[in-house]
């Protein structure tokens, strides 16, 4: 599955980016020198009247600076040169591939992805406040526009979800297919590298951190304080229904992601 030629990156993160490239190259560069010769113009400058085309030339010096994209298509190309030793998989049916993918593989495919919903707006609260800003605003022009407003939540409800907001922010999960009822990728992203909107067919490549059987299942929520809590702590917390949209069910694997591009 070749890289587009002009790939456009939803999500990378630069700092896994540069650590699995200079394990790869054994070691990591940020430039290079290139020099442009540049023929004479043919320009007579002696006052002589005779022109010398090409017998002047100028030489022109030019420090290059790559480019994170650059380095992931370098990184890409790398992987596939040696697949088995980097243990790099590109998957076209995920599902028919499924079952020998292995915890620690490179893997590479495309997906339908999606945020959650609630996801979204737990990991992103200045929209839920912008939305009871809104609220608030509206809320004393009622009256005067002939508004009715009461199937909105009044002062009190509201500033009761602003609370709720702040107290329950989320890390950005993602979660993915390739069709309906298939197995599914998820992973968190690092707000700092996020590019764009992250949504529709996509491709991704992350390094599998874990594989989830059919019978297994974990929110896609990062509740405050969770990581304090012992391993067996989050085992024995109450188990959420697998029809809950915020509940990833296996099969289904869990990426550490590098790259979200189309």
Same mark, same amino acid.
């Given at each position: 599955?070749?890289?587009?030629?002009?790939?456009?990156?939803?999500?990378?993160?630069?700092?896994?980016?540069?650590?699995?490239?200079?394990?790869?190259?054994?070691?990591?560069?940020?430039?290079?020198?290139?020099?442009?010769?540049?023929?004479?113009?043919?320009?007579?400058?002696?006052?002589?009247?005779?022109?010398? &085309?090409?017998?002047?030339?100028?030489?022109?010096?030019?420090?290059?600076?790559?480019?994170?994209?650059?380095?992931?298509?370098?990184?890409?190309?790398?992987?596939?040169?040696?697949?088995?030793?980097?243990?790099?998989?590109?998957?076209?049916?995920?599902?028919?591939?499924?079952?020998? &993918?292995?915890?620690?593989?490179?893997?590479?495919?495309?997906?339908?992805?999606?945020?959650?919903?609630?996801?979204?707006?737990?990991?992103?609260?200045?929209?839920?406040?912008?939305?009871?800003?809104?609220?608030?605003?509206?809320?004393?022009?009622?009256?005067?526009?002939?508004?009715?407003?009461?199937?909105?939540?009044?002062?009190?409800?509201?500033?009761?979800?602003?609370?709720?907001?702040?107290?329950?922010?989320?890390?950005?999960?993602?979660?993915?297919?390739?069709?309906?009822?298939?197995?599914? &990728?998820?992973?968190?992203?690092?707000?700092?590298?996020?590019?764009?909107?992250?949504?529709?067919?996509?491709?991704?490549?992350?390094?599998?951190?874990?594989?989830?059987?059919?019978?297994?299942?974990?929110?896609?929520?990062?509740?405050?304080?969770?990581?304090?809590?012992?391993?067996?702590?989050?085992?024995?917390?109450?188990?959420?229904?697998?029809?809950?949209?915020?509940?990833?069910?296996?099969?289904?694997?869990?990426?550490?992601?590098?790259?979200?591009?189309?």
């Amino acid at each position: 599955m070749p890289i587009p030629p002009l790939p456009r990156f939803l999500y990378l993160d630069e700092k896994a980016l540069d650590g699995y490239l200079s394990i790869v190259e054994e070691g990591l560069s940020d430039e290079s020198k290139r020099r442009f010769l540049q023929p004479g113009s043919g320009v007579d400058s002696s006052g002589l009247g005779e022109a010398r &085309i090409g017998e002047s030339s100028s030489e022109e010096e030019r420090v290059v600076r790559e480019t994170a994209s650059q380095r992931f298509i370098r990184l890409v190309a790398a992987l596939e040169a040696q697949a088995d030793r980097w243990r790099y998989r590109d998957v076209e049916d995920f599902a028919a591939s499924f079952e020998g &993918i292995k915890v620690m593989d490179f893997l590479h495919a495309n997906f339908e992805v999606e945020i959650p919903p609630v996801v979204q707006l737990m990991s992103q609260p200045e929209q839920l406040e912008g939305l009871f800003d809104m609220l608030d605003a509206l809320r004393p022009m009622a009256s005067f526009m002939g508004e009715n407003l009461d199937g909105l939540p009044g002062e009190e409800e509201t500033n009761a979800f602003r609370s709720f907001g702040k107290a329950m922010k989320s890390d950005v999960v993602v979660v993915g297919d390739q069709y309906e009822d298939g197995p599914k &990728i998820t992973g968190k992203l690092n707000k700092e590298h996020v590019r764009d909107s992250i949504e529709g067919e996509v491709f991704v490549l992350g390094k599998v951190a874990r594989k989830w059987k059919d019978d297994e299942s974990h929110s896609l929520l990062a509740l405050p304080g969770a990581s304090i809590l012992s391993r067996q702590q989050r085992r024995q917390a109450p188990k959420q229904s697998q029809d809950d949209e915020n509940t990833l069910t296996g099969p289904a694997i869990t990426l550490d992601i590098l790259a979200i591009y189309r």
